[in-house]
């Protein structure tokens, strides 16, 4: 996790104090024919089945654990904010809840995170997206609701502190790409993937099935200037 802008050639400009590394592997409980947000083809994420194959048992095993906790060590000697986590596939669907709705959000509105922390229609839309991210979530087997049952915090309630916690001119890379007139914005990785899966698992995502169609017009748009 980072806030971050490449600003001028060679330089990369950190907006917020939020600096988080997490790594792990995908749990056995997972199917390793299942595809992670994104697809393969995007930077931000990878396909499940490639981690799973070659993690799955025989590998999962105490010596493995024990090496990942060193690993975790090792980071936080040098100073990065490190975490193994028991199941990686939780903390990347949990990113991604938030990084799909906050692009497409974004983007849609052309207005910053601000504007959809903010009470009123922007800020519903914005959790709507979400809802239906993790409604797919869930569909895939990584469900967040046993952390309510827990006694701990929803998810969605601490992405709305995290999310309100922000600097409100903060945005998405994706609107950043939009802003900046990119034809190769990431509409199929954070917006478009959940519209196709959604309807693959026969999911309502009527939010997502407003906002992909316009936002894939202006990547055609861009990319026939």
Excluded at 4 to 9: D, E, G, I, K, N
Excluded at 28 to 35: C, F, I
Aim: hydrophobic letters at 40%; a negative charge; proline letters at 6%.
């Amino acid at each position: 996790y980072i806030t971050s802008r490449l600003t001028a050639p060679g330089v990369v400009e950190n907006f917020a104090r939020n600096q988080k590394l997490y790594f792990g592997r995908i749990s056995g409980g997972h199917s390793t024919g299942e595809t992670a947000p994104g697809a393969s083809q995007a930077a931000d994420f990878h396909d499940p089945a490639d981690s799973a194959a070659s993690t799955a048992s025989p590998t999962d095993t105490p010596d493995l654990h024990a090496r990942l906790d060193q690993l975790q060590s090792l980071f936080r000697d040098a100073g990065i904010d490190a975490h193994h986590a028991p199941d990686i596939a939780h903390v990347i669907w949990r990113k991604y809840l938030f990084i799909s709705s906050m692009a497409t959000a974004t983007s849609y509105f052309d207005c910053p995170a601000g504007e959809l922390a903010a009470p009123g229609e922007r800020h519903e839309a914005w959790r709507a997206l979400y809802r239906e991210v993790r409604a797919l979530a869930a569909a895939k087997g990584v469900v967040f609701d046993a952390q309510v049952a827990a006694g701990s915090e929803d998810v969605e309630d601490a992405t709305v502190r995290f999310l309100r916690a922000l600097p409100p001119d903060t945005t998405s890379s994706m609107h950043s790409d939009f802003l900046a007139g990119k034809p190769r914005a990431e509409v199929d990785t954070l917006s478009s993937y959940v519209l196709r899966e959604s309807r693959r698992a026969g999911l309502s995502a009527p939010t997502y099935e407003r906002m992909v169609p316009v936002l894939e017009r202006r990547i055609a748009s861009a990319g026939s200037e």
